[in-house]
């Protein structure tokens, strides 16, 4: 649920006069995306999605974001195109926020993801991955990568054992293993870095759009694979699903070879996902304002995902093929 | 902001089954309304709105408010259409609520309606109260007319003054006034009841929808002139505009001719006007629960109405030509 800004019929009219889509002919507030306000805006040229971003997006990581947007776009990965304006550029300001319209994607995320599913993102992923190799115009790090733990650990420590008895030391645990031996010297470019399923989008099995790259940044490759295989091959009961994990790496690897050394990155990329996401929902589910319009994300689904990766004795357990 | 009811896609496969829209192509939570839950519907069949009914709308209220829209949609009136399933049937279930799929209308709301918009208005307005007059296959009494306003104010009068100093021994004074004076015999039918305008639809300066019909009732068709008066013929500071109110009340004479008993009672029924949305506003705005997503409207901006509608001498004061 995501309107924060209001916008309003005057504010929105000069904003679109200096595009070229025609004439207004509705304008929506949506409930998608948290970080930032999203609205379905008709014209006589289409149908797009205007984002305005709100304080929890960097306005120095915007024309990164947008830059790598354009680039996919123009590569054939379908991701919303930014729309520029009559003078080509694509970031405007709209109601004294950042604002940027980009071309709509048809289709619904799914919530439990298929086999078929899981192959079709294996697919994408790995086409991301290479038609961001080139983009080399601007480049952001991974804010939220092994350096940015401790500091979220720090701030959620004192209170992490009222989410779950011993979580405060199984997280210690988990960063004083992680913090030396993350791998290193891997194929890295840009990666999504959020790529669950609800920034997927699907027509029947057909995958149709990838949205949302908020957290793109330059990171390993393998840790974009290993952030899915979070995001897609867990069962609702806990259990990791290898027929779905087989199907995402195999179809992955008919795209983008994965190296041996990636291979054995996996147990620990995966253990660094589930933690990524066990520190800041642990964060957000602590500081939730009086208030909020969004209600945060179970901390304990990492917890549990995490688990399970400190059991895994080889990258086989993924359903790596050998 | 209003998505109160999560629809899972498995749900929504299985309830778009029963019609004959083909497949879904997007699917979208839209923050429209504040009683329901609204979602952009899009299929091969074209666009939709698909409403859940949550617990502020009486469910047995639906098929009166549905075969309006039914009665209305077919008179050439650009209100949504409710879309029959397979089986000849608008009203279905989803994810636990009565769920209807209705018509998306093009066009936009204004905020600050111009004189234009107001004559516009006056002249749907008329349309309507005439295409609805042979509706009589049920009907709705109007719970927020004049029996409705005492117990409103029993539930605000404790604490009204917080509000505004004096409010409580005000609105006393106008439930004295109004109760023992109401108009009756005047033309009665269909009335919308609260055609606001955010359930108005512009494209430019050409109406092109009516909206939101879940206040919709039988009562006195100048009653919803006189709700219409309140609601686009103020001026933000405060001030109405006799402009605005002759360009409404002309055009909708144009269509239906308001008799000399209307006029006169056009004073009464503003003021009646103005308090019940006065009533319903400060009932809101002392009872917020605590987490809302939804910000009351302010009630001070109703009380300002009613006082210039106490000051009020003549009909022609409203911009009726005599």
Redesign the interface.
């Known amino acids: 649920?995501a309107?924060y800004t209001d916008v309003?019929?005057?504010q929105?009219e000069a904003f679109l006069s200096t595009y070229d889509l025609g004439?207004?002919?509705?304008?929506?507030?949506?409930?998608?995306g948290v970080e930032n306000s999203n609205f379905?805006l008709?014209t006589e040229a289409g149908s797009f999605i205007l984002t305005l971003y709100e304080k929890r997006v960097n306005p120095a990581d915007l024309p990164f974001f947008i830059g790598l947007m354009q680039h996919l776009a123009a590569r054939g990965i379908d991701c919303p195109q930014p729309v520029k304006n009559r003078e080509g550029v694509a970031l405007g300001t709209l109601a004294g926020r950042p604002a940027l319209i980009a071309t709509?994607l048809?289709?619904?995320?799914?919530?439990?993801p298929s086999v078929a599913n899981c192959a079709a993102l294996g697919t994408a992923l790995a086409g991301l991955h290479r038609a961001g190799a080139d983009f080399t115009a601007s480049s952001r790090v991974n804010a939220l990568s092994v350096p940015g733990w401790r500091p979220l650990y720090e701030q959620a420590k004192d209170r992490a054992d009222t989410v779950a008895p011993g979580l405060s030391a199984l997280i210690a645990d988990e960063l004083s293993v992680l913090e030396p031996a993350w791998p290193s010297g891997l194929p890295a470019g840009v990666i999504h870095a959020d790529l669950f399923p609800d920034n997927v989008f699907f027509?029947?099995e057909e995958l149709t759009g990838l949205i949302d790259f908020y957290f793109a940044c330059n990171d390993l490759l393998a840790y974009d694979v290993a952030i899915c295989l979070n995001a897609w091959c867990f069962e609702p009961d806990g259990a990791y699903n290898q027929t779905k994990g087989r199907a995402l790496l195999a179809a992955y690897r008919t795209v983008r070879p994965l190296s041996d050394q990636e291979i054995a990155a996996l147990p620990m990329l995966c253990r660094g996902a589930a933690l990524r996401f066990l520190l800041t929902r642990l964060v957000d589910w602590l500081n939730v304002p009086?208030?909020?319009?969004v209600r945060p994300h179970d901390p304990k689904e990492y917890l549990r995902k995490l688990r399970f990766h400190r059991s895994v004795t080889s990258p086989a357990d993924y359903g790596v093929a050998s």
């Open positions: 649920m309107v309003s019929p005057e929105l004439r207004l002919r509705a304008f929506k507030g949506i409930a998608e379905l008709q709509f048809y289709g619904t995320s799914v919530r439990r027509t029947g009086p208030g909020a319009l």
